[in-house]
């Protein structure tokens, strides 16, 4: 039932270039329009239910961690399928720390969790995975190590802006021993997901 295939297919392609960005529909279809190809954005949610309820992507919506609500605006949107990413979008240079977040979280749906993308304050906390035991709050970067350590202070600082005792892990391609971080325990992702 979809009547325009190609603006189905632009949107498909936003989606694929921008997984682990926070999006909405309005932000689609005025990028959309301002790129020449006018779309409402009722078709944009339209498409995306369809893209969502065909399960080449996946919604995270976003979760309030200090109101314990869920929020209505903002989602991100992750492919079930990166080889689908690199095929519509080719080898261009990829972002690979949304590249490896995507990973983390098709990681997380397959371990049994109810994943959302927290809010704490104005900042964000890539995940919240919720489990039979509880919550847990991931970050996950390609690289922490900088000369002048921005980095890491800066993946640190939503997990250090929750005060609850649930465990917090920052998820890195860092290799190197177990660090913890005042309670955050960064771990080598690699060795994460063969666990």
Do not use: C
Not at 56 to 71: E, H, M, S, T, W
Request: proline share 3%.
């Amino acid at each position: 039932r979809i009547a325009d295939v190609d603006m189905l297919k632009s949107v498909a392609r936003f989606l694929f270039d921008n997984i682990g960005n926070m999006v909405s529909s309005k932000k689609i279809a005025d990028t959309m329009t301002s790129a020449g190809r006018k779309i409402s954005v009722r078709t944009v949610e339209s498409y995306l239910d369809a893209l969502t309820e065909s399960f080449v992507f996946y919604q995270a919506g976003r979760y309030d961690i200090k109101g314990k609500q869920y929020l209505k605006t903002g989602s991100k949107y992750y492919t079930a399928d990166l080889g689908l990413r690199y095929h519509v979008l080719g080898t261009k240079p990829a972002d690979l720390g949304h590249i490896l977040e995507n990973v983390v979280y098709l990681e997380l749906l397959r371990r049994g969790y109810e994943v959302h993308v927290g809010k704490v304050g104005s900042s964000e906390v890539d995940f919240i995975a919720i489990g039979e035991e509880g919550e847990e709050y991931y970050q996950v970067a390609y690289t922490v190590v900088d000369p002048d350590g921005k980095t890491l202070k800066r993946e640190l600082a939503p997990l250090n802006a929750i005060n609850d005792h649930n465990p917090k892990y920052l998820l890195t391609m860092d290799y190197g021993p177990l660090i913890s971080h005042n309670g955050i325990r960064q771990l080598y992702v690699l060795d994460w997901l063969l666990k």
